[in-house]
C-alpha cells in the first residue's frame, strides 16, 4: 500500500504541472500533425508511387575497351538486366572505373553504382562467396529499387553457389542453365501486405511519436529520483516507516501511470482527429506500450543510479533516446543500410515494426515475432537496471 501510496502522489504531482501536461501530451499531437501534413507526400495511401528510371553506372573488370557495349558477364545477367521490366526502371551503363562512377554519383550525372570484382564468375562457378560493390547515388527511392533488383539477382547467384556446393560438379551444368535463362519473374510490384494496405504518413509518424514520447516519459522518472536527492527530501522519506526500495518503484510505478495514460491520450487522439487507424489487434498494440514503458523506466533507472548529478542522466536519457529514433527512422525513414542495421539494435525499431503491421492488418503471429524482440530488449534492459540498483542502490 505504501508503494501505491508513493505512486499516486506521484501521478498528482505530474498531472498537476502545466509544463509536463504540455509536453507529454499537447506535444505529441502537433508534432504528429505538422509532420503527417509536411511529409504526407513521401507517402502514398491509395496510389502506388510512382519511380523515375535510374541511371545505373556498372564497372566490370577489363571493362577500358568498351565502355558503350555490352555487359561481359554472364552468369544470366546480360538476360536479367535487358529484361522489360527491369529496363523500365534502370537505365543500365558500363563505365571505366570506380572513381569514374563515384564521380558521376557525387556530380548528381548517376543514380547508383555498381562494382564488379575482377574473380566473380570463377568465385561463382567455385561455390565461394562472391560479392559486389554497391554504391548508392542521392535519391534513396532509386537506391532502394536498385539494391532490391541487385539483391534479387544476388540472390539466384547465392542458390547457384548452394546447388554447386551440394551437387558438386555434376550440378555446375544445371545451375549454370538456370542462370543463363533468368528472366525477371524475380522482381515484382507488389504491395507492403497481402491485403493491398499501406500506411500514411500520420500513421507512421503517429506510430513514430508514440514511442518517442513513451521513452521520454521515463526522462520525467530519472527527473523525479534526482530531485529527491538534489534538494534532500530523501533524507525525510527515509525517516518515516518506509523502504528505499518502495520509495523507489513507487516513483517508477507512478511515472509508469502517466506513460500509459499519455499512450491512450495520443492513440484516442489520432484516431479521432487524424482519421489514423491503429489496427484491430488492441490488445496487442497495449502491449507494444507496455513492454515500451519498461524499457523507458529501466532506461531512466539504468542512466540515472550510474551518472553522478541529475544534469549527466537527463543528457544521457535524452541524448539515448534521440540517437535511437533516428537510427529506427522515427524521424525520416533511413535509406542506408548501414544504419538500418544499427536501427534493429534499438527499442524503438521492434515497437515501430510491431506498431505499423499491426496498422497494415497483418497476422498476429507476424507481429509477435517485433514483440518477442522487444520483449528480449525489455528483459536485458530489467536485469540491467536490477544490477545497477543493487550495485549502487538509492540513497543520499
Same mark, same amino acid.
Given at each position: 500500500?505504501?508503494?501505491?501510496? /508513493? ?11 502545466? #509544463? ?22 513521401? !507517402? ?12 545505373? +553506372?556498372?564497372? &566490370? ?10 555487359? &561481359? @558477364?554472364?552468369? *544470366? ?49 567455385? =561455390? ?36 554447386? /556446393?551440394?551437387?558438386?560438379?555434376? *550440378? /555446375?551444368?544445371?545451375?549454370? *542453365? ?19 494496405? $499501406? ?18 516519459? =521515463? ?13 534532500? %527530501? ?9 523502504? $528505499? ?24 487522439? %489520432? ?20 513492454? @515500451?514503458? /519498461? ?11 550510474? $551518472?553522478?548529478?541529475?544534469? #549527466? ?31 534493429? !539494435? $534499438?527499442?524503438?525499431?521492434? #515497437? ?7 496498422? +497494415?492488418?497483418?497476422?498476429? =503471429? ?17 536485469? #540491467?537496471?536490477? @544490477?545497477?540498483?543493487?550495485? @549502487? =542502490?538509492?540513497?543520499?
Amino acid at each position: 500500500m505504501k508503494l501505491w501510496t /508513493i505512486a499516486w502522489f506521484e501521478l498528482r504531482m505530474l498531472t498537476r504541472t502545466r #509544463a509536463v501536461l504540455l509536453n507529454l501530451f499537447l506535444l505529441p499531437m502537433v508534432l504528429i500533425f505538422i509532420l503527417g501534413n509536411a511529409l504526407s507526400s513521401n !507517402f502514398k495511401d491509395e496510389a502506388e508511387a510512382s519511380v523515375e528510371q535510374a541511371r545505373v +553506372l556498372i564497372v &566490370e573488370p577489363n571493362t577500358g575497351a568498351a565502355v558503350h557495349g555490352e555487359l &561481359e @558477364v554472364g552468369l *544470366g545477367l546480360r538476360e536479367f538486366l535487358n529484361s522489360p521490366e527491369i529496363k523500365q526502371r534502370m537505365r543500365i551503363e558500363k563505365t571505366v572505373s570506380r572513381e569514374e562512377a563515384v564521380e558521376a554519383l557525387t556530380r548528381g550525372e548517376a543514380d547508383f553504382g555498381v562494382v564488379i570484382p575482377s574473380d566473380f564468375e570463377e568465385r561463382v562457378t567455385a =561455390g565461394k562467396e562472391a560479392q559486389w560493390e554497391l554504391i548508392p547515388g542521392k535519391n534513396s527511392m532509386k537506391n532502394y529499387v536498385a539494391q532490391m533488383i541487385f539483391h534479387a539477382y544476388l540472390d539466384e547467384v547465392n542458390r547457384m553457389q548452394a546447388a554447386i /556446393i551440394a551437387l558438386g560438379p555434376q *550440378g /555446375i551444368g544445371e545451375a549454370m *542453365g538456370t542462370m543463363s535463362g533468368l528472366e525477371a519473374t524475380y522482381v515484382e510490384t507488389a504491395s507492403l501486405n497481402e491485403g493491398g494496405e $499501406t500506411y500514411s504518413a500520420f500513421q507512421y509518424y503517429a506510430a513514430a511519436m508514440l514511442i518517442m514520447f513513451l521513452l521520454y516519459s =521515463g526522462l520525467s522518472a530519472s527527473i523525479s529520483l534526482s530531485e529527491e536527492k538534489r534538494k534532500k %527530501t530523501l533524507y525525510r522519506l527515509n525517516s518515516m516507516p518506509v523502504s $528505499t526500495l518502495e520509495i523507489f518503484m513507487g516513483k517508477i510505478a507512478g511515472n509508469s501511470l502517466v506513460a500509459f495514460l499519455q499512450a491512450a491520450v495520443i492513440i484516442c487522439g %489520432t484516431s479521432w482527429f487524424y482519421g489514423v487507424d491503429w489496427g484491430r489487434h488492441l490488445w496487442m498494440l497495449a502491449l507494444t506500450c507496455l513492454l @515500451v514503458v /519498461i524499457a523507458s523506466m529501466m532506461l531512466a533507472v539504468i542512466l540515472t543510479l550510474l $551518472t553522478k548529478s541529475s544534469a #549527466a542522466a537527463r543528457s544521457a536519457v535524452v541524448t539515448v533516446i534521440v540517437v535511437m529514433t533516428f537510427l529506427s527512422g522515427g524521424f525520416q525513414p533511413l535509406p542506408m543500410e548501414i544504419i538500418q542495421r544499427m536501427g534493429e !539494435f $534499438t527499442v524503438n525499431h521492434w #515497437a515501430m515494426q510491431a506498431i505499423l503491421r499491426l496498422m +497494415l492488418g497483418a497476422d498476429p =503471429g507476424e507481429v509477435m515475432h517485433y514483440l518477442m524482440m522487444l520483449g528480449l530488449f525489455c528483459g536485458l534492459l530489467l536485469a #540491467a537496471g536490477i @544490477v545497477s540498483y543493487r550495485k @549502487v =542502490g538509492y540513497h543520499e
